[in-house]
């Protein structure tokens, strides 16, 4: 079965950087789209970007251009994010997610979650 | 900063059908498949209707999707106590070469 499994919370002061890893097993790692999406507390959901791991290309939402990077290591079948510069309205769970074959694919199984919160 | 709107709440009785509206644009919703996920209390979001009216294995029938235009919509039939959660549609946006989400419904079963 799909799972996707996430690092664990992490408490961040502001300007540092954070990195979140995937840990994705149960189907073709470089067969699909992976997915950041961020959900700050009592919000709704904020996607970040996609790396599609069969190449390691990425897009990212303009929101987040300049401050996150998305890599993976396909050997290990990791996805990782990383976020620079951080504030505290960068505080929410952050998820990885699978996407379709191809960009615009439905996203459809979800990793558990990672707390991230930015407090000095 | 979302680009698809949901109204905040939705209610019923058990038993009872509940519909969800998503608003977007011809950039998204018209262009694009909708997909729509429920999320419980603390848990991640679960697809729970892709390509507009399709389910995944699983979710049961009494949940349905449709879309006209630039507008998408989610039916709950025969309310459940464990349907009280919240409700996000998503697409892709072509001038945003991204997805995006709904705001959210939040459902309860009174």
């Known amino acids: 079965q799909v799972q996707l499994v996430q690092s664990g919370a992490e408490v961040k002061k502001p300007g540092a950087s954070v990195n979140v890893s995937c840990k994705a097993s149960?189907?073709?790692?470089?067969?699909?789209?992976l997915h950041w999406v961020r959900q700050a507390p009592g919000q709704g959901l904020e996607w970040m970007g996609w790396i599609r791991p069969e190449t390691g290309g990425t897009n990212y939402a303009q929101t987040f251009q300049g401050r996150v990077t998305m890599t993976r290591d396909t050997a290990i079948t990791k996805a990782y994010m990383e976020l620079s510069s951080l504030t505290s309205d960068d505080t929410a769970v952050y998820y990885c997610a699978r996407g379709g074959s191809t960009n615009y694919g439905p996203i459809d199984f979800w990793g558990q979650g990672t707390l991230v919160t930015v407090s000095s | 900063q979302s680009v698809l709107t949901q109204p905040p709440s939705a209610s019923g009785t058990p038993g009872q059908r509940v519909t969800i509206s998503c608003s977007g644009s011809?950039?998204?919703?018209?262009?694009?498949?909708v997909c729509w996920y429920q999320q419980l209390p603390g848990t991640a979001p679960k697809l729970l209707i892709y390509r507009n009216n399709e389910r995944p294995s699983g979710v049961p029938d009494r949940f349905s999707g449709s879309k006209s235009g630039t507008s998408a919509s989610l039916a709950i039939s025969g309310l459940r106590s464990e349907d009280e959660a919240d409700y996000y549609c998503?697409?892709?946006?072509?001038?945003?070469?991204?997805?995006?989400f709904g705001t959210g419904t939040k459902v309860t079963v009174l």
């Open positions: 149960g189907y073709t790692f470089t067969g699909y789209y």
């Open positions: 011809s950039s998204n919703i018209r262009s694009n498949y």
């Open positions: 998503a697409t892709w946006d072509d001038s945003l070469s991204g997805h995006v």
